[in-house]
């Protein structure tokens, strides 16, 4: 059966399929991302996963923000602080997740939060591909110390 003969049958049915591959796409570049960070000899063990931002209207950035929370924690390198509890810290300082870290302010969150490092980044869907970009950002001095951008072609 065609993708036509399937939606006619299950009206959605090809679009659901390629939101699955889609899905699929995202968790193996997430993967490799954190294969990499895990990979290098950073002296960062604790890390909270800030926001990662959307370039791309429809891209789900809380599951791909809880997809690198599933992977560092499964790499046994590093501890993550919970969102919840990232949220409740925050909250009682009146600060948030939206927004950038500058040098100031990753320095300030991290000691108020007891984390080494932050995670953020953007995902967007350009020209058919899936670009995820992510940074780990030194709370203490705000330097960048691993980036990496990852494109994948969208079937």
Do not use: C
């Not at 939206?98 to 300030?108: L, Q, R, W």
């Not at 967007?124 to 030194?138: A, D, K, P, T």
Request: hydrophobic fraction near 40%.
């Amino acid at each position: 059966m065609g993708k036509t003969m399937m939606d006619t049958m299950m009206p959605g049915f090809t679009d659901r399929v390629q939101q699955i591959n889609t899905d699929q796409v995202i968790d193996q570049m997430i993967v490799e991302a954190i294969s990499d960070l895990s990979s290098k000899n950073l002296d960062i063990t604790s890390i909270a996963v800030w926001q990662i931002k959307s370039r791309t209207a429809g891209i789900d950035v809380e599951m791909i923000r809880q997809q690198i929370i599933t992977q560092l924690v499964n790499s046994n390198r590093h501890k993550v602080v919970s969102r919840q509890r990232l949220e409740e810290l925050l909250s009682e300082h009146r600060l948030s997740l939206s927004g950038t870290i500058d040098e100031s302010s990753a320095t300030e969150i991290g000691q108020l939060i007891g984390v080494e490092g932050f995670i953020d980044g953007y995902a967007s869907i350009e020209n058919e591909r899936f670009i995820l970009s992510l940074n780990l950002v030194e709370t203490k001095s705000g330097v960048i110390l691993w980036a990496n951008t990852i494109e994948r072609h969208l079937d």
